[in-house]
């Protein structure tokens, strides 16, 4: 979709508009902060937005129901669970006298647009309400309810859908706002029960929610390490049980202190039958005799506040179904917003819903591959990598057997995930028969030869540890000399090289590949996986870290918000880290609702700061008398965090005082978010996958000599596509003097910041 100027159309747009939104179905969380775009981005379009309380009850029913909402109503909104706006299931919109009367309600008040938020059930209830309403009206004029010229007026229903479901089980998006918060709640919840169960030997049997969809329990499965799942699209063949204790066992002789299992609510066997926790606990206990306790996790999945991701989604989804309502025809059909990669799009909404239908049909008819290909992409890449990773591990004897040994390493500062990423390397080496050799400390370790053999038990309790347990440093190859490395990769024998890092694994990788013209036992097959939460690497539109690093910002900004909110009339300013890389500051700052974040990608001036200084002396006379700024480190060499502190603590002077507050590391630290796990095991192993092919096919003699252009690559995500992409030709992309790509995607959603915060002189350019 093309950039749209604010300055020129969008006061325009939504004149004399009316936008209503509601949530219906189960709740999620990032509702909210879908609500309070809906409402921010309507406003700022000049359209007026009604806040539908209670769902489809509420149209039902109108009167107070129905509110027009100001921009402060959805203020403090962005952090909080659940739907502030109610949610409720209605037997009377099913049938047709429903209906009229939300018609009516609806007409009464001049609404022709709607964003509906919620599950299929109540996306597939919109729409039959939009196909209806033209017979609606005319009822409602046959009965003396309304006029013929309000029929007329209002004669078009305008329809856009948000998916709101923990599930992630609706078809046509790669994620739904609230399935990420769900997964922390659950890794959080594994986590703790994983401490007590090394305490005790214990096996744990956890349910997870998910209805028909495997989703939540897949991904945990992968980003905790768990021994077993059991999903609806997956299902074990016979004799499961015999495998599964087999596993279980198995990881016990390797060293584990305990085994868990991830059951999805609505989990069955080849045959259609479900499988319980309860049936799995009594298999446990009745072969093996280990201790095993069941945990259902139930509707604390659904609670507490939602994580970066969550809030970036619904976010981007609501701003983005304005749009689509405001620019909508009488010929256009109803769209559901979906996540496409990186990129919020249009897409049409019974498409989407007969589709999720038609997995619900696969699984009745136990055509299981159908139904997981209809689930997606994402939904498929995770299956692979688990039945790579775990379930085709059954009774498995972890020897080598082929005469290479792998290389991994960290490189670059710590980051969380990159533990996740060496378990899935050594472990994807361990299995295919090769040797899996760590190095400490980086190519610094490299040259020095602090190199130690991994075993499967070496790696045992790394994917949920933060930091880098192998060690990291920001030395170059350059640094260390080329001579001092060559030496050690032929001392060792190395045929591969796996390196999990930042930017300057990529430039060390660069590095290496352009030296080994002149080093022959350089010419090895190289493979960057990056892992920096500065997200600051050319060739991938995230980085393993980046979402962890997200969610510490944006906790501490909710802290700090509370801090401001009870003071009054304070602002905070926080410096973030991620060096020239705005991406930390910019996607931390609309996912926590800043007044600002100021990054060196965007050159600002001092009438820029005094603009947003204004901005937040007009904004301390009114309802919210909180404000917060957030800088990137490197944001500007003269407008240091100090200066732009002093400056607001000076202008603000008798209206607002100033705070500083400069995170620091404990950005870098803490254990890894669920993304991070999840995409850390995914990457590593495909990484180690593109390794052992190339050394399969570059076998020369009793040694490996692969020298083509695409012998060093970076494997980046880049919109839903993992690429292996050479080094060489990542150079051109590459600011290597300020560390940073020299197009960035995320850029073309920071307006969407000054828009949530309420400038009215935005004349940014927006991109959806």
Partial sequence: MAPVQYESLYPLIGSGRSIAVFTSGGDSQGMNAAVRAIVRMGITCGAKVYLINEGYQGMVDGGENIVEASWDDVSGILQ?????????????????????????????????????????????GANLFREEWSSLLEELVADGKISGEQMAKYSHLNIVGLVGSIDNDFCGTDMTIGADSALHRIVECVDAITTTAVSHQRAFVLEVMGRHCGYLALVTGLACGADWIFIPEHPPADGWEEKMCA???????????????????????????????????????????????????????????PSAFDRLLGTRMGAEAVLALLEATPDTPAYVVSLDGNQAVRVPLMECVEKTKEVGKALAEKDFNKAANLRGRTFLGNLEIYKKLVASMVLKKMESNKPYNIAIMNVGAPAAGMNAAVRSAVRTCLYNGYKAIVVHNGYEGLANDMIENYTWKCVANFVAAGGSILGTKRTLPSQCGFDKISEVIKKRNIHGIIC?????????????????????????????????????????????????????????????????????????????????????????????????????????????????????????????????????????????????????????????????????????????????????????????????????????????????????????????????????????????????????????????????????????????
């Avoid at 949610?87 to 209906?99: P, T, Y």
């Avoid at 609510?265 to 095993?292: F, M, W, Y």
């Fill in 247 to 305: 596993k279980l066992e198995n990881a016990r002789s390797w060293g584990n202190r305990l085994n868990v299992v991830i059951v999805s609510e609505g989990a069955i066997d080849s045959h259609g039958n479900p499988i319980t926790s309860q049936h799995v606990k009594d298999v446990i206990c009745k072969r093996l005799d280990l201790d095993t306790r069941i945990t259902v996790l139930g509707h604390v999945q659904r609670g507490g506040s």
């Fill in 500 to 768: 999990i890092g930042g930017f300057e694994a990529y430039h060390g990788a660069l590095e290496i590949k352009e030296a080994s013209q002149n080093y022959p036992d350089l010419q090895i097959p190289m493979v960057v996986v990056p892992a920096t939460l500065s997200n600051n690497v050319p060739g991938t539109d995230l980085s393993i870290g980046s979402d962890t690093g997200l969610n510490s910002v944006c906790e501490t900004c909710d802290r700090i918000k509370m801090s401001a909110s009870g003071t009054k009339r304070r602002t905070f300013v926080l410096e973030t880290m991620g060096g020239y890389c705005g991406y930390l500051a910019t996607m931390s700052g609309l996912a926590a609702g800043a007044d600002a974040a100021y990054i060196f990608e965007e050159e600002f001036t001092i009438k820029d700061l005094q603009k947003n200084i204004s901005h937040l002396r007009s904004k301390m006379q009114g309802k919210i008398q909180r404000g917060l700024i957030l800088r990137n480190e490197k944001a500007n060499e003269n407008f240091s965090t100090d200066f732009v502190h002093r400056l607001y603590a000076e202008e603000g002077k008798n209206v607002f005082d100033c705070r500083v507050n400069v995170l620091g590391h404990m950005q870098q630290g803490g254990v890894p978010s669920p993304f991070d796990r999840n995409y850390a095991t995914k990457s590593a192993a495909k990484a180690a996958f593109w390794i052992l092919d190339k050394i399969s096919n570059n076998v020369v003699g009793d040694k490996v000599v692969c020298s083509s252009h695409d012998s060093v690559v970076l494997l980046g995500m880049k919109r839903r596509q993992m690429l292996f992409q050479p080094v060489e030709d990542l150079k051109e992309a590459t600011d290597f003097k300020h560390r940073i790509p020299v197009q960035q995607w995320w850029m073309q959603i920071r307006p969407l910041l000054r828009i949530m915060a309420h400038y009215s002189d935005e004349t940014a350019v927006y991109e959806s």
């Fill in 80 to 124: 909080m669970g659940g739907t502030v706006i109610g949610s409720a299931r209605c037997k009377d919109f099913r049938e047709r006298q429903g209906r009229l009367k939300a018609a009516f309600n609806l007409v009464t008040l001049g609404i022709t647009n709607i964003c509906a938020i919620g599950g299929d059930g109540s996306l597939t």
